[in-house]
């Protein structure tokens, strides 16, 4: 019986959404600010032999004009990775501000702090810059071979590989392979996608020369932030200020840490000019400077006994880091542990990860972290093996599911699962037994496909992961709550407020959570990792049931009561037994609190928690229709199921399957950034990089399981990113449902599907 | 030995007050913000009958008007009263936003929030108000007569007196007067003086329709006005910041909780208009329509022994509280508590206190909060005494002095006093042997003239009185420490800084403190009472010893060595024993607090804690040049000298003292409101309010006596009020001095001092 949780409440963030008037970054206005514009590498690769900005500099309105040659040679990473590494581990450091070698088309050269953007923009061209330019390197497995050129020769003398190969071993595959009777073995092409959140990176820093920092951003993890920061600038991390205004247009992983480098170059402008600078990435230079998913190959082989049993998993992901190393080794974890390893029972498993630099923009964190490719890798091999077998792909799988207490990944077991509860209900949602399998002819041809995978609820143990927050009850009785936790759009503060209210005992009407900012509230790890709503619900789980015994206490010697006879409900002491006589009339808690404040007392709690880890599960089915004679690929139909434990706010968590899944539609058939050695990546705007439109949203079937997870708060599993990671091998396991046709490689678009149907059919259709 | 206690630290807000770059309220911007202006009443006393607004909403620009016809009814205290009246006592709630009856030439009837400010005041001019007239009363003897016009009938029907009479009763005052053999017996006159802060009360609103408000003001007690704000507007407190930007251009009371309405005027159009307000009060407002010191008459009579000793002590008090009560209860109780019973050992007191209501604008809090009052009538008759005995008033002040362990006021007894020492050596600096009681002659004529007296810590018992606050190390090693408490212009958040970093053992230059928002830090009563150093102080001792335990409990057990055996020392931490290996090599504390955040762990600690008071003692010895020609009083110097138990920052305390003595300059010579019938008080600008300048600075001899109170944090007492508290008292007593007249009304301005030379002298100098 709970009160709040579990219940659709409008988000608390909707008014200011809905009607224009909440504050994003660009709203941000201070006195004596000034616009700062940035020099971008025009060369793939680069020395940056000598800049000159003295033109630039006699220009009026130019104030600040910040270069290699006077800010900090400091190595960073933009990355919370920089901040958040295990113990024992290093992060990889291999960014500065301005480098002295540009490593791809974009790269940040110079940076002028103007009265006026316009000005800013005038300035720049005024900057002479003379390079030298140096052989480069765009494709991952290119970039592996003896002799290619070295994009990070400090990090990674004589190759390119970012830092180590990321291995996981498990069983002995070798010796397993000898016992397998069929065998699936492909190899996967993935591209390169783009997060094309709507609100573009952006900061307000405003240095003040006594030594302290504010920073007004985008960047979906304050306290990580703030952490880079004093890094970067040699400064003391209780001086900086990191928050968000307090909303966030959309993150999707893309400003975990610094957002692209708007904190990092709004600072140092600011440290320069003593006045605060406004940052704000264009549209363009939030598509070709900021990080993407990562593409590249994956081989992938599974063997299975005839029965179905799934006995080995052999898997090589060569993924395109690009220019430096952002989250490139963790990414690579994650494909392997999550991807590969984190859906079925396989007692052997061996998996490299190759995070390979090129002379590419940087690949990092995009909703799914590696998941997505590699569950699409073994999805197809299951699918595979599921043909060769003529066995159904729906029974294949639930007969090699992962269960209850399984080891997944140190040190958590699988606290639940509810997977072959999601198979079943998006299956029968789709129409799975009438439609799979069935013949098609003629142009148009249907087909249904379904895939399903796992991520996680939050990093660990993949890097550090806690929160800490403040509890308190006002003198009226209202409940305040202050986190770091920033809101990048998924409503999880709204979430995470019924989760207080709930456990406290209080309305959630006159309770407020405050977030996003750093110095409101004490280290939190950000919005990642799907992590934010069960892993501070745990904290908010903990900090409440202490603040409530903390009030009952104080109740209980107020008014002379045994503190085992009465309870917090909705706002007022009750007594626990039906006699007592705080239940024919209650006490106010704001009656309560303020008896309390007169005599200087307010309840107050804080905590610090490092959270559990919980998979959660979800299953994709897809039908499509595939035009034979164009190639043209319609999603008619996603039914999404998900096991996210106990949903906090339903129609919150369906939000997340909703847009996650038009991703997944997204990344199966339209998207991906296409590279032109010169000129760099064409895709620039949103009119040249083809997200699904309207017209492309298929109908969606939005399924959660009902389910219960012993380790979260109140039951409830992450859910974040889990939306988008079946959603591609379902849409092409359909297609090849339709089509006949196998494929391996994505988007499908259509010249990509009619090449493979002219291949297969010639002109025999 | 201390690091950082005692020692002259620049203060930390000296950089952005000195360049101009601090943000003041008047500085915040905030999209679509709007403007607001007032429109007083131009009657004392006044029904308002009708409010038309139909003309000035039909201007261009102009967006809401709010009046008594469309806001809230409710009743309030602007004052901070209103939330910290102690338990069993209850706020006097005489006031409205747009009260039905207008009591003061000055008192809100409507605002308007415009585009600009100056369509917001042509705007006013098309509001046609009828008002009613009513009998109006001006003073505050006249007011306590039968018949005298009511000015708040529903608080006091049938007479002006705000609530209740303010009695203090010790020993029998009438059997003792009878064992008497020598009397003082006189009736003081004390002027209505203005606070005249640098900077004008003014607010920033933002109020968001989803229930949430956002306050920029000028406040001094950011977490009552939020108190009083969700009181005015109905809403939980928890949804509501106030916050300073964060500084204040100087307080002096006159805004413990709201500054002037300026925080509810801009909320209350904020809420009408979905837009963010800014109200910034005009020079003119800010004298006109806000409180002032009280003034008015004390009856003052002292039996003493023939040998000196004080028998009995008895005055009334009847001050002017003005239009509504604020802060006029708890005043004339300090100004019996500490004005009159403080300084001296007095076995029988009694004291009468009158807090009259009067149609002129409100007195309410102003440095020193009554003390100076009841200080002045206590010291005047003290001089009379001596003057009748023929004795030193130096002697006989040594011989009735309180001592330590005395009861003060309950439940506090006196833990520490050197008042001694401070008349001693004010009186030495001023050459007190040499100069006083000299005969005088001539035109130009000096005298010599010494007082003293106390003060308080911090509020308590006379009203409630606590702080709590979060205190944190972050991951670097750095202290963050965050508390609503404001810095209102003294310094004192780097004496605060001062104290933590001493108290964990951190470096102060990677230390801060967040400070005047209430969404950073938890309750806190604000800055008055003389109270933030001394008992955030307090608070923060507590904190910073339990900050340091978990930090050195945390590191014993990674470093595998004896809690008991390690210290934390300028933030490294060090072996306690000379052979420690740690004393070789300190583990400095940022690599400790990272190791610890690598594993789930930040140090972390939140307090709450209600102060002790400890009185502070003082005394000013002046000397004067009184010209018997035309009255003109010359201040020469004050030798100020203070026991504030240990300075935690000796120059910062000198600045206290010396803008306070400053302050009481003004007050013995020049400073009065002045009143017109018709036109109300003549003084609405610097220009017609004679604020001591430069010319009339004395030299002053700033002593701060070397002395420690057992109660206060490392040792110390408050200062912010004390230093004005003898000021006036000593120049009076030097005027008496130099011209042989005594005199018992302030200001000594020229006229008044001629007046009475000639009524004394005729022409007979």
């Not at 630099?357 to 999805?379: D, H, I, K, L, S």
């Not at 908010?540 to 009952?552: H, P, Y």
């Amino acid at each position: 019986m709970t009160k709040y949780v579990g219940k659709n409440i409008p988000r608390l963030d909707g008014y200011d959404k809905a009607t224009g008037r909440g504050l994003y970054t660009t709203d941000i206005y201070l006195p004596h600010m000034l616009h700062a514009a940035v020099l971008r590498s025009p060369y793939a690769h680069a020395k940056v032999v000598s800049i000159d900005v003295s033109e630039a500099e006699k220009m009026d309105g130019v104030v600040a004009i910040a270069t290699k040659d006077n800010t900090t040679r400091k190595l960073f990473n933009t990355s919370a990775t920089m901040v958040t590494t295990n113990p024992g581990a290093e992060p990889v450091l291999d960014q500065q501000i301005f480098p002295d070698v540009v490593r791809y088309i974009g790269d940040e050269v110079a940076a002028v702090a103007a009265e006026t953007e316009e000005i800013a923009k005038e300035a720049l061209k005024k900057i002479k810059v003379v390079y030298e330019e140096l052989p480069a390197v765009y494709d991952p497995v290119e970039a592996m071979k003896d002799g290619a050129p070295q994009v990070q020769p400090d990090i990674s003398p004589g190759n390119n590989l970012c830092e180590t190969i990321v291995k996981i071993r498990l069983g002995d595959v070798d010796a397993a392979w000898k016992e397998g009777e069929v065998f699936a073995e492909h190899t996967m092409y993935l591209p390169r996608v783009k997060q094309a959140q709507l609100e573009t990176h952006g900061a307000v820093a405003s240095y003040n020369p006594d030594g302290r920092l504010k920073v007004y951003c985008t960047t979906q993890t304050p306290t990580p932030t703030k952490m880079i920061l004093a890094h970067v600038f040699d400064m003391p991390s209780s001086k900086i200020q990191v928050l968000n205004p307090p909303h966030v247009g959309g993150a999707f992983g893309v400003r975990i840490g610094i957002s692209g480098k708007a904190e990092i170059i709004a600072a140092a402008l600011s440290i320069m000019a003593k006045r605060p600078v406004k940052y704000i990435y264009s549209r363009k230079e939030d598509f070709l400077a900021s990080d993407t998913r990562h593409g590249g190959q994956i081989k992938c082989r599974l063997a299975a006994k005839k029965d179905g049993t799934f006995i080995a998993l052999d898997t090589e992901a060569i993924l395109n880091t690009g220019a430096y190393a952002t989250f490139g080794v963790e990414l690579l974890g994650v494909c392997g542990a999550c991807g590969t390893a984190g859906t079925y029972r396989i007692p052997n498993i061996r998996y490299d990860g190759y995070p390979i630099y090129t002379n590419q923009q940087t690949a990092g964190a995009f909703r799914g972290f590696g998941t997505p490719q590699g569950t699409f890798a073994v999805e197809r091999c299951v699918d595979s093996i599921a043909k060769q077998l003529g066995m159904d792909p729906l029974e294949l799988r639930y007969k090699n599911l992962i269960q209850v207490g399984d080891d997944w990944w140190f040190p958590f077991p699988v606290t639940s699962t509810y997977l072959k509860e999601c198979l079943e209900q998006s299956a029968e949602s789709i129409g799975w037994k009438e439609k799979r399998g069935k013949k098609q002819t003629g142009t148009i041809r249907r087909g249904v496909g379904i895939a399903c995978g796992t991520h996680v609820s939050n990093a660990s143990p993949f890097c550090v992961d806690y929160d800490a927050a403040y509890m308190r009850i006002e003198s009226d009785g209202s409940l305040h709550v202050a986190s770091s936790i920033p809101e990048i759009g998924p409503g999880v503060t709204t979430g995470l407020l019924q989760i207080a209210a709930e456990t406290v005992g209080v309305p959630l009407k006159t309770s407020r959570l405050v977030y996003g900012d750093t110095d409101s509230g004490p280290f939190d790890i950000g919005s990642h990792a799907t992590r934010t709503l069960y892993a501070a619900g745990q904290l908010f789980v903990k900090m409440g049931t202490e603040l409530k015994k903390q009030i009952l206490e104080w109740a209980a010697k107020f008014l002379y009561v045994d503190v085992e006879k009465i309870d917090l409900v909705e706002g007022e002491i009750i007594g626990n037994c039906e006699r007592s006589a705080l239940c024919i009339r209650p006490m106010p808690l704001g009656k309560l609190a303020y008896e309390a404040h007169l005599r200087g007392k307010q309840f107050l709690v804080h905590g610090c928690e490092v959270p559990t880890n919980s998979l959660p599960f979800h299953a994709d089915a897809a039908e499509v229709e595939v035009d034979m004679e164009t190639g043209m690929v319609k999603v008619l139909k996603v039914a999404a199921a998900h096991d996210v434990g106990v949903a906090i706010n339903p129609v919150l968590v369906e939000g997340q399957i909703e847009g996650a899944v038009l991703q997944g539609v997204g990344y199966a058939i339209r998207e991906e950034m296409t590279y032109e050695e010169g000129k760099g990546f064409y895709n620039d705007s949103y009119h040249k990089y083809m997200l699904p439109t309207m017209d492309e949203t298929p109908e969606l079937d939005t399924i959660i399981i009902e389910a219960f997870d012993p380790a979260g708060p109140y039951g409830a599993k992450g859910i974040g990113e889990c939306g988008l990671v079946p959603t591609a091998p379902a849409i092409v396991s359909a297609v090849e449902d339709a089509t006949g046709i196998s494929f391996y490689e994505i988007p499908l678009t259509p010249g990509r599907v009619l090449k493979r149907i002219k291949e297969v059919y010639g002109d025999d259709l």
